[in-house]
Structure formats: C-alpha cells, structure tokens
C-alpha cells in the first residue's frame, strides 16, 4: 500500500487517519459554518438516474452528477454505481462547506439560490452549490480550502456588524 492510499477509502488502513483539509481553517468557526468534508463523494457519468438509492444525487449537466452518501458506504455504492455508469470517487478531491443564511450567501456568490442545485463561482471558486431551506452545501476543489473558509467567515463576520 503506497503512501497516498488513505486518500481513497477502499484503501484506507484501520491505522490511516484522516483530516478533513478544512480543519485548520475552520478552527474557531462561527456555528452558521460548518465543515462537511468527510461526506462520501462519488462523480458519474452517462444517461443518469433520477435518484441513487444510498446516495443524494445532484445534476451537475444532463450526463454528469454528484452523489453524496455517508463516508462509510461510498466504496460501496461506487462498485454498485460503477455497474451502469462512469464511476470515480472524488471523495479526497472535494472538500464540502456548510453555509446557513441566505444573506450569507448572496455575499459570496452571484448564483441564483432560489435554482439550486448549480455549478458555479462562489468568491471566484468553482463549486457545485445545493440547498436545504435555509441551508447550504458548498463542495469545491479542496486546495482552495483554507481559502474559501477564510472568505464565508470573514463575509459571516461582516454581517454581524
């Protein structure tokens, strides 16, 4: 086993600790800010479904989605999903952030929050953007982790002045 296979859970040792790359940055967060890294990602491709049983599946264009499941089942349900689509586990590639407050977002991102979900600048981030009630999902490349984070929480704070 490489070095490097902590990065995908099939691999993963019962002795590989894993950090979510949003852990440093989130250190002293605001509760509205949340880190949601450790969430099972899987992207596919092809004719998609309508939904993924044991995962949350989001339109990202007409063949390609993401689908979000429990870290624990995400090698599982890639070797189901792998069966009728192209299947990858990004899972280490994405980091997730959790924003809550629609004024919130409407600071750090153009996207229209009423058509979610969508794939677009966030603080001049790609990201996939989904939406529950007044909660948001924020799942973007993970280097810009520390950089994104900096920017919700400072956009957090200026509300509160």
């Known amino acids: 086993m490489s070095g490097l296979a902590f990065l995908s859970p099939g691999r993963a040792s019962a002795e590989a600790v894993w950090c979510s790359p949003l852990a440093r940055a989130l250190e002293g967060a605001p509760p509205d ?9 899987i992207e596919i491709r092809g004719d998609l479904p309508k939904s993924v049983k044991g995962g949350e599946l989001n339109r ?34 994405l980091a997730g952030l959790s924003v809550r407050g629609e004024q919130l977002m ?19 981030i790609q990201a996939l953007v989904t939406r529950d009630g007044d909660s948001f999902a924020l799942w973007f490349g ?5 950089y994104l984070a900096e920017v919700v929480i400072d956009a957090w704070e200026g509300l509160r002045e």
């Not at 800010?33 to 990602?41: E, R």
């Not at 409407?106 to 001049?124: C, E, F, N, Y």
């Not at 993970?142 to 520390?146: A, K």
């Open 33 to 41: 800010v949340g880190d949601l890294s450790q969430t099972g990602k």
């Open 60 to 93: 990202i264009t007409p063949n390609r989605g993401l689908v979000l499941c429990d870290f624990g089942k995400t090698v599982e349900l890639l070797e189901k999903l792998s069966q009728d689509y192209f299947a990858v586990d990004v899972t280490a590639t």
């Open 106 to 124: 409407r600071r750090i991102t153009d996207l229209d929050l009423d058509a979610l979900p969508a794939a677009g600048a966030v603080s001049h």
């Open 142 to 146: 993970q280097e810009y982790s520390d």
